[in-house]
């Protein structure tokens, strides 16, 4: 019988620590899938971010390092012009890269680092219990603005990828969303272009993939898909930005 699916050789066959309707083992599964079909599974590194994700190396079963907070960027930096016969990538969250990390983000971006970041918007701090992000949206309740976000105080939801994207050094930047099978298969494609310009030595390539955090956006599995689908992205708009 011919085989249709299979489990990727990237990612390990171990229980997973995340919440039920958490996106992010579903970008785990998509960066997998794509290091296995672009055969670089022995070349790849993975630099890990804080949040939810810190233990993504214990899921992908190719070589990876962590990072502290917001530093990915300065850690890929360095291995990629150490080693640049390797393919190296971030994964980080919303607060990792657009917070703490902002300034790793955009100086990277600007120098045009021959890197991919897959960064991963959720609109909230996961792991450290729901505080606002640089990316939460207008009126959303987190554990720092129990009221809703406010812009008058604390500014507007902000557009990585739109900024990014003005930069002349950055090749690639594009949004995608875990809300539907048909875009997941999107976002997967998405991530594969992110890899393939830097295997084609194309430049800084940056994929922003909204994702569910059902725990503190206090919704149900379903809710939260249908929240991304109805308001996030209509802040955060899908397609190719650069
Ligand atoms: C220098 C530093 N400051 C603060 C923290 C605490 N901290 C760990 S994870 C995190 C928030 C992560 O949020 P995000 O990047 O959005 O990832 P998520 O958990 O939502 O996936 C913070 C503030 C830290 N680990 N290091
Ligand atoms: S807190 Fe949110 S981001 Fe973290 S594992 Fe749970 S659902 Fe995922």
Request: charged share 20%; hydrophobic share 45%; glycine share 8%.
């Amino acid at each position: 019988m011919q085989k249709v699916f299979g489990y990727p050789k990237s990612l390990r066959n171990i229980l997973t620590h995340y919440c039920a309707g958490c996106g992010h083992g579903i970008a785990h599964r998509l960066i997998a899938e794509v290091v296995d079909e672009l055969g670089i599974r022995e070349k790849v590194i993975g630099v890990a971010p804080v949040g939810c994700a810190v233990i993504a190396y214990d899921y992908w079963d190719f070589d990876c390092s962590e990072a502290a907070h917001g530093r990915a960027l300065a850690v890929a930096t360095a291995i990629k012009r150490v080693r640049p016969q390797n393919i190296v990538f971030t994964y980080q969250g919303d607060g990792d890269l657009a917070a703490i990390g902002t300034n790793e983000t955009i100086h990277a971006a600007n120098r045009g680092e021959n890197v991919t970041v897959i960064f991963i918007n959720n609109a909230i701090y996961g792991m450290t219990g729901g505080q606002l992000a640089p990316t939460t949206l207008l009126g959303q309740k987190t554990a720092t603005t129990p009221a809703g976000r406010e812009a008058k105080f604390h500014g507007y939801p902000l557009k990585i990828s739109e900024m990014l994207a003005l930069l002349p050094a950055v090749k690639y930047v594009e949004r995608a969303a875990l809300s539907s099978p048909q875009e997941i298969i999107n976002a997967k494609k998405a991530v594969k272009l992110a890899f393939q310009n830097q295997i084609d030595n194309l430049g800084f390539s940056l994929v922003e993939i909204l994702s569910p955090c059902p725990t503190y956006w206090g919704m149900s599995p379903k809710k939260a898909l249908e929240w991304m689908r109805d308001v996030m992205v209509k802040e955060f708009p899908l397609g190719r930005i650069k």
